[in-house]
């Protein structure tokens, strides 16, 4: 049945490469073949496979030193049928074979037994006892005299003070076959110029000093290790070093907290400046309208905005600008240039066309300056009726917000016991 369902899954993907060719999205005729090709292929493996149950008469064996392998059959005789698991055992060597793989065995040990001590005439490092070679031989070790070396092969080296020649045995077993191999180590004091030396001495003398003066409150660092001074360090927390950090990363976010708010007050100053605009554009148009000279309109201008401060009323940034301006004419400033530097002082739009058209007044004459100003004052209302629009759809949106919380709260209000009735 596997084959059938490979040939139909290999018809149907013929079928769609040759509907995306009429369709317009064909793909590349080297991958279409491709896939055809191994499509087909897979079907003649299906096939020469039968309808996967194929019948077996033999097992293989897993090779000898791997451990045994499940195989999951099906027994069938006549109607009946029955699925089993069967455990191959690894293949068992031959006498020669197994004499052998000792061999292999009797090697390794001799080349690898030193573990990382470079000669057999002066160990002070652990040797290397394996309990198995070739993964068909297993070792068993004894070292005499005893009491040196473990069974492991791990050194004692408190118990070495002098050197001592140690035998070492290594039985090889491999099935019914066995041999002995027979070693020889001397077990030497660790040197103290050896790499490990001055820590294996260092634990010595502080283990040694942990034991002197049990009754007192402190404990005696050693002053020399093996005959060498040494001196002890521990590091500490450097407190005044943290101090400096903090103090250097509270300055970084204080020169970031005054940038924001500048900016905040900028803009902030810049929504009064704009507030301001249409209010002294149409004081302005009055005053030029009934006569006055652009100077004149804005020391009225000035006057009347000292007037409204003496009543009380709040400080504002266009005007105290008109103030200032007004101070540098009387003291002998040029008037145009007063005038250009009160629009460029305020950073406004509006208040850079309107300086402009009082500047060039004053060189072309206020033939239709009175025209211009009421035009300028009727753009500025309409510009601040627009902005006042847009300030009370952003407030309703910000509005939303507590909405939201306040509909979630009488939701949980009212859902909340309702589910625990149902509880």
């Not at 080296?157 to 140690?166: A, K, M």
């Not at 103290?192 to 003398?205: I, K, N, P, R, T």
């Not at 950090?245 to 976010?253: C, D, E, K, T, Y």
């Amino acid at each position: 049945m596997r084959y059938l369902i490979a040939i139909i899954i290999t018809i149907l993907t013929a079928v769609a490469i040759f509907i995306m060719k009429k369709c317009d999205r064909k793909i590349p005729t080297k991958v279409a073949a491709c896939i055809i090709g191994l499509e087909i292929i897979g079907c003649v493996m299906s096939l020469m496979d039968g309808s996967g149950n194929a019948v077996v008469k033999k097992v293989k064996r897993p090779d000898a030193g791997a451990s045994a392998e499940e195989h999951e059959l099906t027994a069938r005789s006549g109607d009946k049928k029955e699925k089993v698991q069967v455990s191959v055992s690894e293949r068992e060597l031959s006498d020669t074979e197994a004499l052998k793989e000792i061999d292999k065995a009797e090697k390794e040990v001799k080349k690898g037994y030193l573990g990382e001590n470079e000669s057999s005439k002066e160990v002070y490092r652990d040797l290397d006892f394996r309990s198995s070679y070739c993964d068909t031989v297993t070792a068993e070790w004894e070292t005499s005299p005893t009491g040196v070396f473990d069974s492991d092969g791990t050194i004692r080296n408190s118990n070495v003070e002098e050197p001592v020649d140690i035998s070492v045995r290594c039985l090889l077993s491999c099935q019914d076959e066995s041999r002995i191999a027979e070693l020889k180590v001397t077990a030497v004091p660790v040197p103290a110029d050896a790499e490990m030396g001055f820590s294996y001495y260092l634990d010595q003398a502080l283990a040694e000093a942990d034991q002197t003066g049990l009754n007192k409150g402190y404990m005696m660092l050693p002053e020399s290790v093996n005959g060498s001074k040494v001196r002890f360090t521990e590091k500490r927390e450097d407190d005044g070093l943290k101090l400096v950090i903090l103090m250097a990363l509270a300055l970084g976010l204080y020169i970031f907290y005054i940038r924001y708010r500048q900016r905040d007050l900028e803009k902030e100053r810049q929504k009064r400046i704009a507030l301001d605009y249409p209010k002294m554009v149409s004081q302005l148009s009055m005053y030029i309208g009934a006569g006055f000279s652009v100077r004149q309109a804005f020391m009225q201008v000035g006057n009347a905005y000292v007037l409204q401060r003496e009543r009380g009323h709040p400080e504002r940034p266009a005007f105290e600008a008109v103030l200032r301006m007004n101070r540098k004419i009387s003291d002998g400033e040029d008037e145009e240039g007063a005038i250009n530097a009160l629009g460029d002082s305020l950073m406004n739009k509006g208040f850079r066309k309107l300086t402009m058209l009082l500047a060039q007044s004053r060189r072309k004459g206020n033939a239709e300056l009175r025209d211009q100003m009421e035009q300028e004052e009727r753009e500025a209302y309409d510009k601040r009726r627009m902005d006042a629009r847009i300030a009370g759809e952003e407030a309703s949106l910000k509005l939303l917000i507590p909405m939201m919380g306040l509909l979630g709260v009488i939701f949980i209000v009212l859902m909340v016991p309702a589910f625990m009735q149902m509880g």
